[in-house]
């Protein structure tokens, strides 16, 4: 079966401490991987994704992630985190010529001062 | 500009009621999504349309009905509300990336619509 998997629900650092959040796939074909960032109250926000090539892909406000195929994984990092990063992240899996994205439960961030 | 916008952001309604929720984009996608998202942030597609075909119709009661009038507007009706139909609606839009029908889709959400049943 298709499925996200993101074990923390909730993670809390310090400000300026690094960040990883973790996500799982399982998915039968080529996985496209996805992270989004939802602040409270509002929509959610493409933060990077995963189609092809090289495996770390820069997103935007100084994330990053990793495809690791041989671990099922997409690992979402920040070298340092910022008081402004607290918000439910999700991690999500779809196809080529798919429609349907597949998320995760998310995790949810807060930045202690 | 607002990509995707939905309208109402709030809706506060009893059970048995009938109400839609609008959703428009102005970025040229062909596709458009209703997702659903549950008290514990749990998101779940529920419908897609494809330049106003449906593409995708997940297991949804049927007192759910999305109607796409043209490709820029997804609306979303929903008959005889229930407790359980409490939640964030969100709407999205996408264009494949690649083409040829083999690319992938990346999605751009709105900001979402609070559905309340009392």
């Known amino acids: 079966a298709q499925s996200v998997t993101q074990p923390d629900i909730h993670i809390t650092v310090s400000e300026g401490a690094s960040l990883e959040l973790r996500c799982n796939y399982s998915?039968?074909?080529?996985?496209?991987l996805f992270w989004y960032v939802q602040s409270p109250g509002q929509g959610l926000q493409l933060l990077l994704k995963y189609f092809s090539g090289d495996t770390l892909v820069q997103g935007i406000k100084g994330f990053e992630a990793e495809f690791k195929r041989s671990q099922s994984s997409f690992n979402l990092r920040k070298p340092s985190v910022h008081w402004s990063d607290a918000a439910e992240y999700f991690c999500?899996?779809?196809?080529?010529?798919?429609?349907?994205?597949?998320f995760g439960a998310g995790t949810r961030l807060a930045v202690h001062p | 500009d607002t990509a995707v916008s939905q309208t109402p952001k709030y809706l506060v309604t009893q059970m048995g009621n009938d109400k839609s929720i609008k959703c428009e984009q102005n970025?040229?996608?062909?596709?458009m999504y209703w997702y659903k998202q549950d008290s514990k942030k749990f998101l779940k597609i529920m419908f897609s349309y494809n330049n106003k075909e449906l593409i995708i119709n997940e297991t949804v009661p049927n007192r759910f009905s999305p109607k796409s009038p043209d490709k820029a507007h997804l609306n979303l009706h929903i008959n005889s509300l229930e407790l359980g139909d409490s939640a964030v609606y969100f709407c999205?839009?996408?264009?494949?990336?690649?083409?040829?029908?083999?690319?992938?889709?990346?999605?751009?959400f709105g900001a979402g619509s609070r559905l309340t049943v009392l």
């Open positions: 970025l040229g996608h062909d596709t």
């Open positions: 999205a839009s996408s264009q494949e990336v690649g083409g040829g029908g083999s690319g992938a889709n990346v999605l751009t």
């Open positions: 999500a899996v779809g196809s080529r010529g798919y429609n349907k994205l597949i």
């Open positions: 998915y039968g074909a080529t996985p496209y």
